[in-house]
């Protein structure tokens, strides 16, 4: 089982990107899915999730400029992410919030002022 997250790069404040997160190996059926993110020197911290159902949650710093989907096939997730901040500079990871699976690399998002 392998997780890639993939679509990240140097925007700058104000900008867009969105990420995308494929899992090989298995699907994300029946899972609620996440995306997190580690800054340099921090904890790694839960952003966004979506439920099997839809359902869907955001920490209060990206609320609101974030959304977060799942592809049809359950293999994929999604994070787009508008108005970025230098402060949304971190390397993003993607996995299931209940049942964690080895995390990926990550993709590397960096908002220059």
């Known amino acids: 089982v392998q997780l890639q997250a993939s679509g990240g790069g140097l925007v700058h404040s104000g900008g867009s990107l969105r990420l995308s997160c494929t899992v090989s190996?298995?699907?994300?059926?029946?899972?609620?899915i996440g995306w997190y993110r580690q800054a340099p020197g921090k904890r790694r911290e839960q952003v966004a999730t979506?439920?099997?159902?839809?359902?869907?949650n955001y920490a209060a710093s990206v609320k609101g400029r974030f959304t977060i989907s799942r592809g049809s096939a359950n293999k994929e997730a999604y994070l787009q992410m508008n108005s970025l901040k230098p402060e949304d500079t971190a390397v993003y990871y993607c996995?299931?919030?209940?049942?964690?699976?080895?995390w990926g690399q990550g993709t590397q998002v960096t908002v220059s002022s």
């Open positions: 996995n299931q919030v209940f049942s964690l699976l080895p």
């Open positions: 190996g298995r699907t994300f059926t029946a899972n609620t």
């Open positions: 979506i439920g099997v159902g839809g359902t869907t």
